[in-house]
């Protein structure tokens, strides 16, 4: 039943760190629910483009992000 | 004023399918709610990327989806 | 796999009314991508407050909307 | 805290615009809310597929809101 | 056809506070999109319980948010 | 950047569980997108009413859900 829903920018996670994400975060949510919901745990990624989010009024690109969770932001 | 979205995988259903979805959910909402609400009944269609849906923690394709509808899954 | 969110105005509609959209939108959409899809589509219907709801800048309440529905709006 | 989520069809609006969008309606929450929560004011902006929006059951295509913003619609 | 869905925390904002965000709200939209879409342009206002929104991990409550707004926290 | 909303039925977890989805959900989020995002790392948890999430059509209530937990489902 949890449904989980990952708004995330486009090309800031590879296809292999987006299925890791799908991965962990199940695991998480079945760590505090239980195995028995597990097959009815979803995750669903939305992918936003570059300079389509906000903070503060201020857009952000995927460069932004990349430099940012490089310590560059 | 009822507002659906509706979420699918990319590449699983045609532009056709869609527009489908969209007049015949909105008549299905308008048997419940009324005539007089079609006008205010939206309905969203946003495409997420095959393999950003997770279930049970397992990335799913479009071609994961497309062999469940045929059976194969 | 298809997710439905239908997002509606709390008080316009009756637990009963609520269950056969479920019920009838599920059956719609299974119409189009298959039976065999069914187990895996999923319908959350959430409610918004009173008020909570503009169109055009105008905020409608829950009796603004029966009145709609009603052929009075 | 606050988070707008906008929902818009592709095409119909420019990269400049839709900045104008992020700046413009912060601003807006910030003159309600208060500046000190400018900063954790989030603006995400989705774009909706041309003709995967529907009103009343018809889908709308991205010529057809550009028909209907320059009044031909 | 621009839809907006701001998520506010409960007890944060007055019913008439909410009905002032939806009426700027989509005059700031109108004034980028033009009035010919103002009649089809939406706000829906969800609001989240207390202690149900975190960043970085930490649960905000109403009076979290309070207290920030009021340059307290 | 990212967000993360998370859809689960009333009544299902209490207060202390959802405090601890939303720290380890972020904890989780951190490990693969690193330390320096945490801070711009959002999760937001919304409740659905009893019997509003349907699954093939058919509604769950909340004590459907504790009982599918419990292994009794």
């Known amino acids: 039943m949890p449904l989980l829903n990952v708004k995330v920018m486009e090309g ?7 299925q890791e994400m799908i991965r962990k975060l199940t695991d998480t949510m079945v760590s505090i629910e239980g195995e028995n919901l597990r097959a009815v745990t979803w995750v669903v990624i939305d ?12 857009s952000l690109t995927t460069d932004d992000v990349k430099a940012l969770a490089a310590g560059e932001g």
């Open 47 to 58: 992918e936003v483009k570059s300079a389509d989010w906000g903070i503060g009024g201020n």
């Open 12 to 18: 800031v996670f590879t296809p292999t760190q987006k």
